[in-house]
């Protein structure tokens, strides 16, 4: 149960945090951990603070940035505290966590914590496909990295356990083909903007919010791999189009 979960913290500095969020893992039954440029990692204050969990410390995967750690992911979460320039889909833990319950063992799911002074950028955060606050005391909101992974993974156990009817699928039915994964995303972004610009729809020193605007739009449809290599199969035919009425 929950083997499908992975908890990524990106850029964690103090490898203490990395240790009881590894506990707070094991205590609700995850065990995929992934760590974007920890600071301090491996460290003897992880293996204190891990309590006894020093097995999802050692099988942890340290990675050098964001796209190795979501490349096979289909569904990516961000934990966010803050309001954002553009908004974005967000959920409460419950609400999350009945989003991922009814979803197929296969479908991973990636769930980001960030920096514990600033937390995730604008650009991390657009890399998914909600984000999820956790409604602390607004008097006094600075909460633990761990503390938020504890939450937010016992919401996600408890919604597996009581396998209640109201956890539904988030699109309304069994999906027919398997979820395009993040790194089919980021290839589709990069082929749309590419092209948005050979058509002289974006201009490259003015880009102004439209690929955030856009990335919005084609996350919160949650697309599927037929859909993405659709949308690509279009993107190449208007590509071709443009560069025959240019010779």
Sequence with gaps: MLKNIRIVLVNTSHPGNIGAAARAMKNM??????LVEPRKFPHRDAEARAAGATD?????KVVDDLDQALADCQLVVGASARSRTIPWPIVNP?????IVAPLADDVRVAVLFGREDRGLTNDELQRCHHHVHIPVNEDFSSLNIAAAVQVITYELRMAKLSDVDEAKPQWGTDWDVEL?????????????????????????DKPRNLMPRLRRLFMRAIPDKIEVNVLRGMLTAVQKCTKGKES
């Design 29 to 34: 039954g995850l065990s995929d951990l992934c």
């Design 56 to 60: 999802i410390l050692e099988n942890a």
């Design 94 to 98: 419950r609400e999350l966590a009945s």
């Design 180 to 204: 395009a994964d993040n790194r089919e995303l980021e290839l589709l972004f990069e082929h749309l903007e590419q092209t948005l610009i050979e058509v002289d729809f974006l201009d490259p």
